[in-house]
């Protein structure tokens, strides 16, 4: 019997908090709350797939994703890469680390700086990395446009000369530009048309086999998620509710949570029919979150226990974790029967 292979992570985040503070006054301003942004989430990423981060808008996941790279301090946690934790680097050690870990930001037309060009936008992180110049840097410019399914000669536009779906390419571009082993993809597509996200997801996918790149992959859209991913973190309110491999997930969710977000995927055949779980009330403040599980004031199946006690995040088995009241109950009445 052929042994399982054990897979090196690159990326482990352990207990990653970011509050972000509210201050009343002026002058004497003072701490009167914290928005909880992220609070306390915990993953890793294995080197060379894709995770896929999900989750309802302001969940908290570009948070996380920013935090990882240090573009926005954490307020506490550890995140390591390769045996760096990036929150205790000093500058100069980040800044070398800076090549390691690149993002793909959401917005095509925002991310890219008007007023320069697009070889200019490519070839500034290989002048700031010191990796080429002159007519290295050029050349280097010139690949990448072309591994990225554009021309050489469009080096010399403007990005507002550019569709949505190649102002991306040029965001995916400039990530490459300095060789990185780690992508975060924050929304890559979701500004783009859907026969454009095809498009680029192919490309990712393309890429990451060419080059052996690693990535996080945040979006909203449990489809394009399990397209790419090849496991899936499932997020809701700062807290990660629910992580194992993509088929698992969508065959047998645990978490009500998951289980409503994936009633919600259109089919495209008309003979099917679905379920709908439709959830009460919004979201609550993440200024005030609930007390308990976070996610029992709109849960259906919620218990007395849920309004009061935090749900552990325990591994129910290959690599399957989930944090719900249910599941530990439910696995051990079908023990028992």
Not at 325 to 333: Q, Y
Request: proline share 6%.
């Amino acid at each position: 019997m052929a042994k399982a292979v054990k897979q090196e992570v690159l990326l482990e985040v352990k207990d990653l908090v970011k509050h972000f503070p509210i201050r009343q006054g002026i002058i004497f301003s003072k701490q009167v709350g914290a928005v909880q942004a992220v609070d306390g989430i915990s993953f890793d990423v294995n080197k060379g797939e894709t995770l896929g981060l999900v989750g309802e808008s302001g969940c908290g996941k570009t948070t996380a994703g920013r935090c990882i790279l240090r573009l926005i301090e954490p307020t506490s946690g550890q995140v390591w890469f390769d045996g760096k934790n990036v929150p205790d680097l000093p500058k100069d050690e980040l800044r070398e680390l800076r090549k390691e870990m690149q993002i793909i930001f959401q917005d095509p037309y925002g991310s890219l700086n008007p007023r320069m060009t697009v070889g200019d936008i490519i070839g500034e992180p290989l002048h700031i990395h010191k990796i080429a110049k002159g007519a290295a840097k050029e050349t280097r410019v010139r690949e990448i446009l072309e591994t990225v399914g554009l021309s050489a000669f469009h080096a010399r536009r403007f990005p507002h000369e550019f569709s949505g779906g190649q102002r991306q390419r040029i965001g995916i571009a400039r990530a490459l530009a300095v060789d990185p082993r780690l992508i975060i993809c924050d929304e890559p597509v979701s500004a783009l048309d859907v026969s454009i996200q095809a498009q680029v997801i192919n490309l990712l996918q393309d890429l990451q086999e060419e080059f052996g790149l690693t990535y996080l992959f945040i979006a909203h859209d449990l489809s394009v998620v399990k397209h790419i991913s090849d496991r899936v973190a499932v997020m809701y309110l700062g807290k990660i509710v629910e992580l194992t491999g993509k088929a698992e997930l969508y065959r047998n969710p645990k978490h009500p949570y998951t289980q409503a977000l994936l009633s919600a995927i259109p089919e495209a055949d008309p003979t099917i029919k679905k379920e709908r779980i439709l959830l009460k009330g919004d979201v609550p403040s993440p200024i005030n979150p609930p007390s308990g599980c976070r996610f029992h004031t709109r849960c259906p199946k919620a218990m007395d226990i849920c309004k009061t006690q935090d749900p552990e995040f325990v591994d129910t088995g290959d690599g399957h974790f989930v944090a719900c009241h249910l599941v530990p109950a439910a696995e051990s009445a079908a023990k028992l029967a």
